[in-house]
């Protein structure tokens, strides 16, 4: 980040989402890369074998940089509690469990790529999920009396035209296209992904908010977090590995067990690709957390960047290797999140003028 955009400008907002923006766009196409069928030239990896090398990737990264910088340091100020007979930071109640939250984020955002459905769709049905979700906790957090303003009218409006992108995908669905809201499994994977995501959201604005971690260090939340994340997804792994030759296992827990165990040639190509989720990773925090500005706010830039960022990797997906091209129904979409980012335009300048 450059040093001369100051900590909560909108310079450093504008920053955080271009490099958001960059890492989705290699995600969403390495997705769609190294799952492409092998006739044709590409890796050819199960939907299986391409989650466990990103995960692999993704959560490596994120350790490699948070050990790196010392993020993981707790700060002086930090309250703290004792917990049998050990003093321990007390926001690590919360931030433990937001970890674990993202232990399920991090598959089901996968699996929702991996799914019969373009990039861009994917992002748009998870996106608008979350940019609800910011405006519910919003709300709770101000009736508990944690959050003292409430969003400006221009972000309520950008919520609509949010909601309004995200209906086009879901109901609109032409003869032959992939049915999202009749498939049971795409359904159980959105499921499992908006709550944990609520519950996440929830914890980031609490942390954020509340003034109970002593001087809000978002570094310091995503280090704890990551950190329970990668254990719990580590501990989920050697599970699976155990179970998965057991008779009447599932399929899928086999071939996931099996890329792990007996990796094969395009792995370290997949896990490297994975590095780029990890990467979206600190930029997605940062953005939720953004100094001065409400969940409904942060929520609407993180998720409306990363669906501009599913349009062009979807456009790119389709010229680079012959991905699905954007739907008419896709472009509305993206016309709509367009209109919704010119409302949070105007909020921001509305915010600027006041500080």
Not at 73 to 92: F, K, L, Y
Not at 178 to 194: C, E, K, R, S, T
Not at 236 to 244: G, Q, R, S
Request: hydrophobic content about 55%; some cysteine.
């Amino acid at each position: 980040m450059s040093a001369g955009a100051s900590e909560g400008s909108s310079a450093r907002l504008v920053q955080l989402c271009a490099a958001y923006f960059s890492f989705y766009v290699i995600t969403g196409v390495s997705v769609k890369y190294f799952t492409g069928p092998a006739e044709k030239g590409y890796p050819g990896l199960e939907d299986v074998e391409f989650l466990a090398y990103s995960t692999l990737g993704g959560s490596l990264v994120c350790l490699v940089v948070i050990f790196a910088r010392g993020w993981n340091r707790t700060p002086a100020d930090a309250p703290r509690r004792e917990v049998m007979g050990a003093s321990v930071p007390a926001a690590w109640t919360f931030i433990l469990p937001s970890g674990l939250c993202t232990a399920v984020v991090i598959p089901t955002t996968t699996l929702m790529y991996m799914l019969p459905i373009s990039v861009m769709v994917a992002m748009v049905i998870m996106r608008a999920s979350v940019i609800v979700i910011s405006r519910a906790v919003d709300e709770i957090q101000t009736r508990q009396g944690i959050l003292a303003r409430r969003p400006f009218w221009q972000e309520e409006v950008a919520v609509f035209f949010a909601l309004a992108a995200a209906g086009t995908n879901l109901f609109l669905v032409a003869p032959g296209d992939f049915d999202f809201v009749q498939n049971p499994l795409a359904m159980a994977i959105l499921g499992a992904y908006i709550l944990a995501y609520a519950l996440r959201i929830y914890i980031m604005n609490y942390f954020k908010n509340a003034g109970r971690a002593g001087k809000a260090d978002n570094r310091w939340f995503f280090a704890v977090e990551q950190i329970a994340a990668s254990s719990v997804l580590a501990v989920a792994t050697v599970v699976i590995i155990a179970l998965a030759s057991r008779d009447g296992m599932p399929e899928a827990l086999g071939r996931f067990a099996g890329a792990l165990l007996s990796p094969g040639e395009h792995a370290p190509a997949a896990v490297l690709a994975g590095a780029g989720y990890g990467m979206v990773a600190f930029f997605s925090v940062f953005i939720f957390m953004f100094k001065g500005r409400t969940a409904t706010f942060a929520g609407l830039v993180n998720r409306l960047t990363s669906l501009v960022a599913g349009t062009a990797a979807t456009v790119v997906s389709y010229y680079a290797f012959g991905g699905k091209f954007p739907r008419p129904t896709d472009w509305a979409s993206l016309g709509l999140i367009l209109v919704a980012v010119g409302f949070l335009a105007a909020a921001e300048q509305r915010r600027a003028r006041r500080a």
